[in-house]
């Protein structure tokens, strides 16, 4: 099935740097969300994306939805330590029905 | 709003034993709901999308006689695994979605050890 190519892996930053990490995909997708999964627990939802172009923000978190409808990015910016946990990108094709497709996730590591 | 719960939180069974896992949401009524499968340091994996009232669709390798879900009130899902082995031992958890929208709002995971 479709998949969706998330980067980087992993990184580890200092408390107050930037982050930005991506999600691209070889098919057209009709929707881009980003959430965040913190250990033993349930993904939970940062931004939904709708439209081509469409750029959202929520606090210090930044999605983009990419004018190819092909790829998203998420940015946090000035990070904190509870910014750590892994970040997946999800999306939808408009043939999929509601199904979503997971990207293999970012681990974020901030040292204070 | 738009809070998924899920019960029980963690269960340890014996091998060959029937586990059931319920699904709620609790503020919003969901037409669809989707049972996922996560293995340590992997992502999501679709097991089926449930429409309330009717049968669920299975991805393609979940074996549906073994993965046993109903979907029988707008606000409420269960997934029952059949058998279980220790193989079947993963953190299973559900999202849901509101009438006419796109967003899946995922519940907090039930952790399953089978011995």
């Known amino acids: 099935g479709q998949q969706l190519n998330q980067s980087p892996q992993s990184m580890f930053i200092q408390e107050g740097e930037d982050v930005s990490m991506n999600c691209t995909s070889s098919?057209?997708?009709?929707?881009w969300l980003w959430y965040k999964q913190d250990p033993g627990e349930g993904p939970v939802l940062l931004i939904a994306?709708?439209?081509?172009?469409e750029l959202t923000s929520n606090g210090r978190l930044t999605a983009q939805f990419g004018i190819t409808r092909k790829d998203s990015f998420l940015n946090i910016s000035a990070s904190i330590p509870s910014d750590v946990g892994i970040y997946f990108c999800?999306?939808?094709?408009?043939?999929?029905?509601?199904?979503?497709?997971f990207g293999e996730g970012t681990q974020l590591t901030v040292n204070p | 709003g738009a809070v998924v719960s899920q019960h029980p939180s963690w269960v340890i069974c014996k091998s060959g034993t029937s586990v059931k896992i319920e699904c709620r949401s609790l503020?919003?009524?969901?037409?669809?709901m989707f049972w996922y499968r996560q293995f340590p340091k992997q992502s999501l994996m679709l097991m089926a999308t449930?429409?309330?009232?009717?049968?669920?669709?299975?991805e393609q390798g979940v074996e549906k006689d073994k993965f046993l879900i109903n979907h029988a009130s707008l606000t409420l899902s269960t997934l029952t695994v059949t058998s279980a082995h220790p193989e079947d031992s993963s953190f299973y958890i559900c999202?849901?979605?509101?009438?006419?929208?796109?967003?899946?709002?995922f519940g907090p995971g039930t952790r399953l050890l089978v011995l």
């Open positions: 994306l709708y439209k081509a172009g």
């Open positions: 999800a999306g939808r094709e408009e043939t999929s029905g509601s199904r979503l497709t």
């Open positions: 999202s849901a979605t509101l009438l006419g929208q796109e967003t899946q709002y």
């Open positions: 503020d919003f009524q969901a037409t669809t």
């Open positions: 098919s057209i997708f009709n929707t």
């Open positions: 449930s429409n309330e009232g009717s049968k669920a669709t299975y």
